[in-house]
């Protein structure tokens, strides 16, 4: 095998590995994800005070739930960009390619990791969380793109 066909592979392996992610986070019961992300949102005011800085921790802690959803689907984006332009033929359209092929292909894993939710206890459908999912995901694409034709010169 080829060492760029296994780099490829490579890419793609992570990136699947990742939505699996994705899809666990957003699948856990409502306990859990309470469980998961209240310590990280206690440590982060813990060190804003030092800095003399006070915040409701409730706001703080929707918000840093909400801010997630972006994060792991930025990292998606960027992962599933990364890996349809390594597998397409090299052309001129290849970023735009693998950036709508990436767009597609995660924006439906987004809409499936919502609509899991209506049969987790303690977690609803929310449209607006999609809406947040697909941010990231665009965002992560259009980073990575960009990164991709500055150093290709495209």
Known sequence: MRKETAITR?????SIIWMG???FLS???GDNTVELSEPIAVAVKRV???????????IFHLW????????????AGSLFFCSFWRGMPK???RGLYS?????????????IAEVGKIWIPGRHLQWSETLLNVIGIVCG?????????????I
């Open 10 to 14: 490579i890419f793609w392996l992570i």
């Open 21 to 23: 992610v994705c899809l």
């Open 27 to 29: 699948w856990q019961k």
């Open 48 to 58: 804003i005070y030092v800095f003399g800085i006070e915040i409701d921790l409730n």
């Open 64 to 75: 840093l739930r909400k801010a997630a959803h972006v994060f792991v689907f930025f990292i």
């Open 91 to 93: 052309s001129d359209r």
């Open 99 to 111: 950036f709508f092929a990436t767009i597609l292909l995660c924006m439906l894993f987004a809409v």
């Open 141 to 153: 694409a259009g980073v990575t793109g960009l990164i991709h034709m500055a150093k290709y010169h």
